[in-house]
């Protein structure tokens, strides 16, 4: 069964602030064409309209195709300002394969993402056209051509102004999807939420991996290194210090002890000063966060972040320039509850939460 839907905010917006959620969902089911009963055209005159997900108030959550978010599907970015995308690919992992089914998982989970942030007050539906993409067509039996795949698709994506919001996939996405980025902004800022600095020069002689993609864009200068930061990196090492070429490029390194115990907000508001107005792309690899909290990942690490300290630098990336983001390696092959990709998709809706145009209700 096909479901599509649309609300039409109201320019009133104050006046039904509480109500809108209910009021304003204008909804059509295909296959027998009946209606929700509690659409209400009189709510919908306006002269904007955003793509708004179903309330599971009115529709059930297991019904309808798994998008992302249960938003809209779109075949291109066009007129979009934040766009889910999928690049389903694990062929860059060292270890566990699986994250090429970590998309379809992310939204399968995301049914239960409702539409208001609910501590933030954050109401992206209310300020910004988003929409699910569907997937980048990878190859999967040439890493090589994959890259040039998710580049030129990226390219496509970036070119219409659209913030991409990536569902990987493994970590070896980001170096093209930084290739087309940087094309369009220039070099940016990147706060790189992981526990692995992912910054080898040749793994097994292959130059292209999921360990290596940092590496790769400070050598074709799509990183402002200064506006680097990496967070909660751990675990043993090949040297002494795992981390001396992360520095030595003026990268900001957290390793998770430093983030032990504590809140991450004080460190946030250091690395927005460090960000500063800039481009900025937010990479978080889901193994940044404990495997108690989120199993279902590739290179798992233990004594990692809280699931809370991963929300803690999404929403302290609130103000910046925010120009994409993503979150990767989720394998759900290794998370047998579930709750890695639902705390990807957890995650992911933050980020949409604090892109720049997101509005926010007054706490
Ligand atoms: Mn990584």
């Keep these: 069964m096909s479901i599509f839907y649309k609300r039409i905010v109201s320019g009133a917006l104050s006046a039904h602030l509480m109500r809108l959620p209910v009021l304003t969902q204008r909804l059509v089911v295909s296959d027998c064409g009946s209606r929700n009963p509690n659409f209400n055209p009189s709510r919908t005159q306006s002269g904007k309209s955003y793509n708004v997900p179903p309330s599971a108030e009115f529709v059930a959550r297991v019904s309808g195709i798994a998008t992302m978010a249960k938003l809209p599907y779109r075949e291109t970015a ?12 694990d062929t860059g992992t060292s270890n566990r394969p699986g994250a090429r089914f970590g998309p379809r998982q992310i939204r399968a989970e995301s049914a239960m993402l409702r539409a208001y942030n609910s501590w933030t007050r954050a ?38 102004g659209c913030i991409p919001l990536t569902m990987g996939g493994d970590h070896t996405i980001a170096y093209p999807i930084l290739q087309a980025v940087a094309e369009k902004y220039g070099p940016v ?29 400070v050598e074709e200068g799509l990183l402002d290194c200064k506006r680097v930061a990496q967070i909660g990196l751990r675990g043993s090492g090949y040297s002494p210090d ?47 966060l404990d495997p108690s909290f989120a199993p ?11 699931t809370i300290q ?48 997101t509005k926010y209700y007054p706490k």
């Design 78 to 89: 066009e007129g979009l300002y934040a766009a889910f995308v999928g690049v389903p690919i």
């Design 310 to 357: 991963g929300l803690e630098i999404v929403r302290g990336c609130r103000g910046l320039n925010l120009v994409g983001c993503d979150l990767v390696e989720v394998s759900p092959a290794y998370d047998t509850t579930g709750n890695t990709a639902l705390t990807a998709a957890n995650l992911l809706f933050e980020m949409m939460c604090v892109l720049p145009k």
């Design 242 to 288: 795992s981390y001396e070429w992360s520095r030595a490029q003026g990268f900001r390194v957290v390793q998770a002890e430093e983030c032990w115990f504590k809140s991450l907000e004080p460190l946030m508001v250091e690395v927005r000063a460090q960000m500063g107005s800039g481009p900025v792309y937010l990479s978080f690899d889901i193994d940044a």
């Design 189 to 217: 800022g990147l706060i790189h939420v992981d526990a692995h600095a992912d910054t080898s020069d040749i793994v097994l002689g292959e130059k292209i991996g999921h360990g290596t993609p940092f590496r790769r864009c």
């Design 296 to 306: 279902g990942t590739g290179t798992p690490e233990i004594a990692g972040l809280t």
């Design 123 to 160: 109401a992206p539906y209310e300020s910004i056209m988003v929409a699910d993409i569907g997937d980048i067509n990878v190859n999967v039996y040439d890493l090589k051509d994959t890259c040039k795949r998710i580049r030129e698709g990226y390219r496509k994506i970036v070119a219409t």
